[in-house]
């Protein structure tokens, strides 16, 4: 008779292939690389062998799966999560949160944004959000989450004040494909790119992935909105080595007044 763990246990195998194949490993790769037998992986692919809590941990960390698919992984070989997951703003993510809200204050007067891994705002200093304030067109358009993306992709929304919009656009486009390569697990970023697309007056050949574009960790952001015009330098960060999931997934965009106008402006916004 086939319990209910049985079957559980037994979605392991596919899940340590399917890791190992989106990393271009072979099995004696990762034997190599995780001081395991090549033998051993192919009894565990094959549900031959069942692997040890351990062994679950070190193959994940060896082939650099996110903290979020290691938790899949220990429960479909019947061990309990590893990594906590604490959402930001709910008090139990400690640490987490007050560095954060540190990080928003010094950085004043310059906007700064956080953001989980499909862009969508999770919290912002006051300069960011007077900075959207000032660059959305039809604030009725507005949906939550915000999605920092979109934002800039709508046309009722931030992309009207985008100077050399297409440009911008075609950047960012070419980031998130190149992501969700790197991240296939993240199912979020393939609809973000779907709904990106879809927006009028997004060119239909850019729904052909375009890897000759800039790689460069940051962008340049032009804005203007009548007589305001403000040019930034945006870089997205994220923590190093965390060990919570919440922290892994966090993305936090910081912008950096590039001329004294932009410099000026920002000051005066923040005292508004």
């Known amino acids: 008779m ?10 392991f195998p596919a899940l340590l292939k399917y890791w190992r194949s989106s990393k271009g490993l072979s099995q004696l790769d990762l034997g190599l690389a995780a001081d395991v037998s090549a033998r051993h992986i192919s009894f565990l692919e094959t549900g031959r062998a069942k692997p040890s809590r351990e062994m679950v941990l070190t193959l994940a960390a060896t082939l650099e799966v996110p903290m979020r698919e290691q938790n899949t992984m220990l429960s479909a070989a019947g061990f309990q999560a590893a990594f906590e997951e ?48 000032r660059f959305i067109a039809n604030p009725m358009a507005i949906k939550q989450p915000l999605n920092l993306y979109e934002m800039l992709f ?28 790197l991240r296939p697990y993240n199912s979020r970023l393939g609809l973000l790119l779907e709904r990106l697309l879809s927006f009028e007056g997004v060119p239909a050949e850019w729904r052909v992935p375009d890897f000759s574009q800039s790689t460069e960790p940051f962008l340049t952001l032009k804005l203007q909105n009548n007589d305001l015009e403000l040019n930034f330098l945006t870089i997205i960060t994220a923590f190093s080595a965390p060990q919570n999931i919440t922290a892994e997934e966090i993305l936090i965009e910081t912008l950096f007044p590039v001329d004294d106008a932009t410099e000026q402006a920002c000051q005066t916004l923040n005292q508004q």
């Open 86 to 133: 604490s959402p930001l703003g709910t008090g139990k993510s400690g640490p987490i949160d007050r560095v954060i809200d540190r990080m928003l204050a010094k950085h004043e007067p310059y906007p700064m944004v956080v953001m989980d891994s499909g862009y969508d705002l999770i919290n912002s200093n006051l300069s960011a959000q007077r900075l959207i304030q």
């Open 2 to 11: 086939t319990t209910k763990n049985d079957k559980t246990i037994g979605v």
């Open 154 to 181: 709508h046309p009722e929304l931030a992309r009207p004040f985008v100077k050399d919009w297409e440009a911008l656009g075609h950047q960012l486009l070419s980031r998130i494909n190149r992501e969700s390569i």
